[in-house]
C-alpha cells in the first residue's frame, strides 16, 4: 500500500509539484523506516515554491512520533539555519536547540552531536544577547538553567563513562551557562561556575593520562585560565570563611591541579601559596595534605618546597590526633 501510494503521489507531482506532495513523500519514507531518503526528502521540501517552515515543524513532529530520531535531528537542524539567515520563524530559536539536544541526549552515543548543538546555542546566546536568545522573565530563566543543567549532566555523564575529552568541554560550556545565570552574589550559579571549572580542568588532566600523552602549550594555558577563574571564587569564599559550601573533595580537586598547571608554567611560588591557601581552610584533612606531599615529590614536576611544607602539616596534625596512625606516621617522616 505505501508503493503504491508513492506511485500515486509521483504522478500527482508531476502534474503539480507542491509542498503537499513532498511532504506526503516524506511520510510515507517514514512509514517505510527508510531514514536516508526521509532525510534526502527533507531538502526536496525546502526547494519547493510553497515552503513554509512550519513543514520543517511538522516534519520533525512526525519523526519524534515514529521514533526517527536522525530524521528529527535533521529536520530541526535545517529548522535552525533559517534563524541564522534572519528569517521570521513560528517558534523561539531557543526552543528548536533544547529540542534538539533532548532528542540527542536519549541516544547515549550522540554527546558529540548533542555538544555541538549546546555550543551552537551558546554561540547564539552570546552574539544575540542572553535576554533575546533565552527569553525574558522567569522564561528566560528556566531556560537559561536547562542549559546550564543539562551541559552539566552531560559532562557528568561522559565522566562516568571516561569520556574525558567531551567530560571536560560539557563542563567548560556548564560554566558558560550558569555564567549567564550569575549575579555576582555568592549563590548557586556561583557554585556550580566554579565546579563546573574545576571538573573541566580535572577532565582534561584525566585524558592526558588516559591517553598517555602531553597536554600542548595551549591547553595548559587554557587549564590555567580556567583555575584562575574558579580561584577568584574560591577566594572569595575563603576570605568569608565559607569555604565550607563547596564539597572539600572538589576544593583539593582544585588544589592539586593548581598545583600541577602551575608546575608546567614554572610557577613555583604560587604552587607553595595555593597549598599553604588550602592547608589553612576547612576543607582541609591530614589525608589530602599527605597526598598533596608525596604527589609534589613524585610528579615530573615535583616542588620539594610544597611536599616538605604539606608532610609537615600533615605530621603535626597526626601527632596531635587521640589516636595517631603510627604506619603513616612513619610513612611521612621516611618521607621527609
Known amino acids: 500500500q505505501l508503493d503504491r501510494a508513492h506511485e500515486y503521489i509521483e504522478e ?25 531518503c526521509a532525510i534526502g526528502q527533507i531538502d526536496a521540501m525546502t526547494s519547493c515554491l510553497d515552503f513554509s517552515p512550519d513543514f520543517l515543524s511538522l516534519s520533525a513532529h512526525e519523526a519524534i512520533s ?24 513560528p517558534t523561539t530559536e531557543v526552543v528548536v536547540f533544547r529540542t534538539l539536544v533532548t532528542i540527542l541526549t536519549q541516544d547515549i552515543g550522540s554527546e558529540t552531536e548533542a555538544l555541538n548543538f549546546l555550543l551552537q546555542a551558546q554561540s547564539r546566546a552570546s552574539k544575540l544577547g542572553t535576554e533575546c536568545f533565552f527569553g525574558s522573565g522567569e522564561t528566560g530563566k528556566r531556560e537559561q538553567n536547562w542549559f546550564a543543567v543539562t551541559s552539566w549532566n552531560l559532562g557528568s555523564r561522559c565522566g562516568n563513562a571516561k569520556k574525558y575529552e567531551l567530560c571536560g568541554e560539557f563542563c567548560r560550556l556548564a560554566s558558560e551557562f550558569y ?22 580542568v580535572t577532565a582534561m588532566v584525566a585524558l592526558e593520562k588516559q591517553n598517555k600523552s602531553t597536554l600542548t602549550e595551549t591547553q595548559v594555558k587554557l587549564a ?7 580561584g577568584k571564587i574560591m577566594s572569595s569564599w ?23 598547571i602551575q608546575g608546567r608554567l614554572n610557577n613555583s611560588a604560587f604552587q607553595l601559596l595555593v597549598v599553604k591557601t588550602f592547608a589553612g581552610s576547612k576543607s582541609c584533612n591530614y589525608n589530602y595534605l599527605l597526598q598533596l606531599g608525596i604527589f609534589a615529590s613524585q610528579s615530573p614536576r615535583s616542588n620539594p ?3 616538605t611544607f604539606a608532610l609537615n602539616e600533615c605530621l603535626s596534625v597526626m601527632i596531635a590526633s ?14 621527609l
Open 322 to 335: 587521640a589516636s595517631p596512625d603510627y604506619p603513616t606516621i612513619a610513612l611521612i617522616i621516611r618521607k
Open 12 to 36: 500527482a507531482e508531476k502534474l503539480e509539484p507542491n509542498i503537499d506532495c513532498s511532504f506526503l513523500k516524506f511520510k510515507i519514507y517514514l512509514q517505510k523506516k527508510d531514514y536516508s
Open 179 to 200: 555564567g549567564y545565570m550569575d549575579t555576582g552574589e555568592p549563590g548557586d550559579s556561583t557554585m556550580m561556575i566554579c565546579r563546573s571549572l574545576i571538573l573541566s
Open 224 to 230: 590555567a585560565e580556567l583555575l584562575v577563574r574558579a
Open 66 to 89: 515514529c521514533q526517527a530520531l536522525p530524521v528529527a535531528t535533521a529536520s530541526l537542524s535545517k529548522f535552525l539555519s533559517f534563524y541564522i539567515a534572519g528569517k521570521t520563524m
Open 305 to 307: 618546597d610544597v611536599s
Open 238 to 260: 575563603l576570605s568569608d570563611g565559607r569555604d565550607c559550601i563547596m564539597e572539600p573533595e572538589l576544593i583539593f580537586m582544585y588544589t592539586l591541579n593548581a598545583f600541577d
